[in-house]
Every structure is written in structure tokens, then in C-alpha cells.
């Protein structure tokens, strides 16, 4: 079965084709990505109306780019999954709408996806997963921790308090100049650092082990670059230590998961998942702790739309649909 997943919920238009054969035994046939980077870095950060403004100009053309990359016509499509939230509601809309009036023009059948259900099963994409496994989504809007027991059936166990790592991971790299989106900058910046040259408290939440929190660590960060000391630090190993200081963060309340679920499988997601520490470090951690680590290929860690049609299918493969009234939900819960 052949699904067309559209994702538009933030900065990016993606759009997928996949082929189903089971619930969650896909073939990505194609993944194209519109990225708005160039257009909102000019402002620190995503200006909401510049992004669905962009959405409504580049879905058509990425929609069509999907189609030939995977070498189909809308002929052979026999599902749309489409992310109906949670996000920025002027941009879920572009993508929400434009699947509505193709599966009333077509009569293909349409589904709404939470778009953390794609993070949670994009590592299926490329691996043999078996349930339940335990997922930490990490990107800039979300940090959290589910027990995955079922297609559906997602239970958090933790949940940052405050800040998500990479909002903290950007608002780092702009007190620090390295522009915006700043992940990836720090975590390049960090290879040539001494990630223990600057302390960094790590912050824990008190009777939560499995919860995070990431603003004391920002603020840190702020304060001692607000001081001559901190300014004559070496950037390198700044960007080192506040990104081993979040990697720990990240690490001690995964295992702490993982053991209290007895999980033999831990999958990382989310656009931080892109993190080469985090990776290295949690893949250790899980090895030493005898569980496996799964993290899909960095164009299925960032948002993309290949995790929205997996997402999708496997209700598609039920024989399920959504109707034309279904809506747009900014803070659509899982
Ligand atoms: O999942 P995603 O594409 O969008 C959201 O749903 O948020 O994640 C984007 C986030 C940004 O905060 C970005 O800085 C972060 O992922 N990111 C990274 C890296 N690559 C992307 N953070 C740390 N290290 C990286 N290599
Ligand atoms: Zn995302």
C-alpha cells in the first residue's frame, strides 16, 4: 500500500511516499524536504506567519517532487496522512487543508497524525523494532519519554519541565553567536573542545527521575557570558561542556526509563537525536546497561514526512479514515 504522508506543522514542508506492507513495515519510496532555514534566520527564530506563508507556495511543488522521486502518480496512492497537530496552527493548516481537498478530489482515504507519534515511530523506519520499546523525542518543541506498546498506544513516563534541549541547544548558540538553528553548530563546535574546561551544574527534578529540565542550564550559560570570565572561555570548549551538560541530562533519565519499563530496546528521536554525543553517550549507556539503542538516519531524525506516513498507515491498513472536518490542533495531546 502505497501512502502519501504531508508534515507541515513548524519551518518544514515534507512530503513522503512509503510502501506498507504491515503495520510499521514500510519502504520509504520517497522524502523530500522544503526547509525554511534561510528564510527565518535572519530573526533568531521561526516568525510563524513567514512560515505558513512559505508553506502555501512550496507544498504543491514538494507534493509533485514526492510523487516523481518515488516514481508514481496519484493514481497509485491508497492513503494520505497528513500531521494534524501539535504545532503552529497557521502552518498545520496549509498542510491540513491541502490533504482535505486532495482526498475530496481523489476520494482517497485521509487520516490526521500527531506529529510526536511520527518522531516516536520514525526508528521503525529503517529497524526491526519490537514492542515495547521506550522513545525519547528530542527536538526543539518537545523533550519526552514514552513507553511505545502498541500502534496507538503511547504512554509518557517523562517530560522536561521547562525548556525542550533543543530550544536550549538554540537559545545556547544564539547567546553565543553561532546563528540559528544552532544545534547542529554547537554539536560541530564541540568536536574541537575540553567538554570539562567549564563547570555546569546539572539540574535534576527533585522526586522525578524521569523528568528533565533545561532552563537552569540555559540561564547558566547567559550569566557567564555576561561576565568577563565566561567571554575569555574558548568557544569550542563552551559549546563542549554546555552540550555535555545536556547530554547527561538526556542520558541519566533514558536509563533510569528504560530500566523502569525493563525495555530492552531504547529508540532516539527528534531533531536533537541528530546529536553526535548523544548518540556516542547513549549508546554507550544502553550498551553497558545490556539494552540496544536505536536512532534512525539524521533526515528521519528532523521533522520529515516519511514518520508521518508510517504514522498514518498502519490505520490506513485498518481501514481506517478521517472525515473532511477534521481540524487543525496547536496543542493536540497524544
Ligand atoms: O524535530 P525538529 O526538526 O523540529 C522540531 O519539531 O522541533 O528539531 C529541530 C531541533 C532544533 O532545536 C535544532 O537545533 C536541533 O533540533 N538539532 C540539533 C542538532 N541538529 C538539529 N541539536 C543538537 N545537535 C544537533 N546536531
Ligand atoms: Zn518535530
Same mark, same amino acid.
Given at each position: 500500500m502505497l501512502t502519501l504522508g504531508i508534515e507541515s506543522s513548524c519551518d518544514d514542508a515534507a512530503v513522503a511516499v512509503i510502501e506498507t +506492507?504491515?503495520?510499521?513495515i514500510a519502504t520509504v519510496r520517497s522524502s523530500t524536504v522544503a526547509n525554511q532555514d534561510d528564510i527565518h534566520r535572519a530573526y533568531g527564530g521561526i516568525v510563524p506567519e513567514l512560515a505558513s506563508r512559505n508553506h502555501v507556495v512550496t507544498i504543491v511543488p514538494v507534493v509533485e517532487r514526492a510523487l516523481s522521486d518515488a516514481r508514481c502518480t496519484l493514481a497509485d496512492i491508497r492513503g494520505i496522512a497528513v500531521t494534524s497537530g501539535p504545532g503552529l496552527v497557521g502552518s498545520l493548516l496549509v498542510g491540513l487543508m491541502f490533504a482535505k481537498g486532495l482526498a475530496q478530489a481523489t476520494g482517497i482515504a485521509m487520516v490526521g497524525v500527531n506529529h510526536i507519534e511520527g518522531h516516536i515511530l520514525a526508528p521503525m523506519l529503517e529497524n526491526r523494532i519490537a514492542m515495547p520499546y521506550l522513545a525519547l523525542v528530542v527536538s526543539g518543541g518537545h523533550t519526552a519519554l514514552f513507553? +511505545?506498546?502498541?500502534?496507538?498506544r503511547y504512554r509518557r513516563i517523562g517530560r522536561t519541565r521547562d525548556d525542550a534541549a533543543g530550544e536550549a541547544f538554540d537559545k545556547v548558540a544564539k547567546l553565543m553567536g553561532l546563528g540559528y538553528p544552532g544545534g547542529r553548530a554547537i554539536d560541530e563546535l564541540s568536536r574541537h573542545g575540553n567538554r570539562k574546561r567549564v563547570r555546569i551544574p546539572r539540574a535534576h527534578v527533585k522526586g522525578a527521575p524521569m523528568d528533565f529540565s533545561f532552563s537552569g542550564v540555559k540561564t547558566f550559560v547567559a550569566t557567564l557570558l555576561a561576565s568577563a570570565a565566561g567571554r575569555a572561555e574558548r568557544p569550542e570548549d563552551l559549546a563542549a561542556s554546555f552540550q555535555e551538560a545536556v547530554v547527561d541530562m538526556l542520558v541519566n533519565p533514558t536509563i533510569a526509563a528504560a530500566r523502569e519499563l525493563g525495555a530492552d530496546t531504547i529508540a532516539l528521536t527528534g531533531g536533537?537525536?541528530?546529536n553526535s554525543r548523544l548518540r556516542e553517550r547513549l549508546a554507550e549507556a544502553a550498551g553497558a546497561d545490556g539494552r540496544r539503542l536505536v536512532a534512525p538516519a539524521l533526515k528521519y531524525c528532523t521533522d520529515n514526512a516519511a514518520m508521518i506516513s508510517l504514522a498514518g498507515s498502519y490505520r490506513l491498513l485498518r481501514g481506517e479514515r478521517d472525515s473532511l472536518g477534521i481540524d487543525a490542533e496547536a496543542n493536540l495531546s497524544l
Open positions: +506492507v504491515a503495520p510499521g513507553a +511505545v506498546e502498541d500502534f496507538g536533537v537525536a541528530a
